[in-house]
């Protein structure tokens, strides 16, 4: 049997992990004295509590001890488990001690060099293929194949929180808050960067954001696509309307919608929306 692993930057949400049976492990988001495993805290808590404080929640990787009780319940089947890019956490190392100490005979533990569902996009083909009966070294392969093609990118209307984890400096920060500019952040090789900025109110940089992405979706693989978020309050009709105008193209079988967990949440803020799929070359 191959048993397919995340951990929870994934952002996949229970109703498709709980389709595609797929475990996640969880990541640790810590807001001041206290620390939660990742989905222990809606998004809406951990935005008040930041709020409050004025302070943005830390993330770490996940606890070796979580890791290797989840690894030692599949240590006689065949595991493939996925973390968020190396560049961004040590949850991929966590994993490797996590799967020697519970005596796992064969594990292929991929580093996606991505984040959320560019992560996702990754489990749910790794998923589809055990469905197909393919085995786990054929289905590694093939992953190592797709990853490279993962297209990430995420407008957000605040660099403030990003400030408050050290990603960018106070002046920029200042400068793009006040000029209303909604940097479109894009990862590559690992890491994220700014390739855009729009300005105005999230709803028309979300439209904008569409519209450019539209000619690299056209030669996207059919499967699926993501529409992922922190959208809240008047803005959070956007989810729904990026997900109408994705179905009207009539390019993806699947266009699915999910909410970002905490450690994502925790660094890029409210009022964030990504498009994520995977290029068809």
Known sequence: MVKIIADSTCDLGAELTQRYDIDILPLRVTLGDRSVRDGELTQSELFAWADKNAATPKTAAPSLEDAAELFSKYRDDDIIAFSISGEMSTSNNVMHIAAKEAGCGSVHIIDSRNLSTGIGLLVLKAADMAAEGMGADEIAAEIERLRPRVRASFVIDTLTYLQRGGRCSPLTALAANLLSLKPKIVVED?????????????????????????????????????????????????????CRRLSETGLFREVLETRAGGVISSHCGPNTLGVLFIADN
């Open 190 to 242: 690992g890491k994220m960067d700014v390739s855009k900025k729009y300005r105005g109110k999230i709803g028309r940089v979300v439209d904008g954001y569409v519209t450019d992405l539209m000619p690299d979706l056209e030669h996207a693989d059919k499967t699926r696509v993501f529409v992922t978020h922190t959208l809240v309050g008047d803005a959070l009709p956007t989810a729904a309307e990026t």
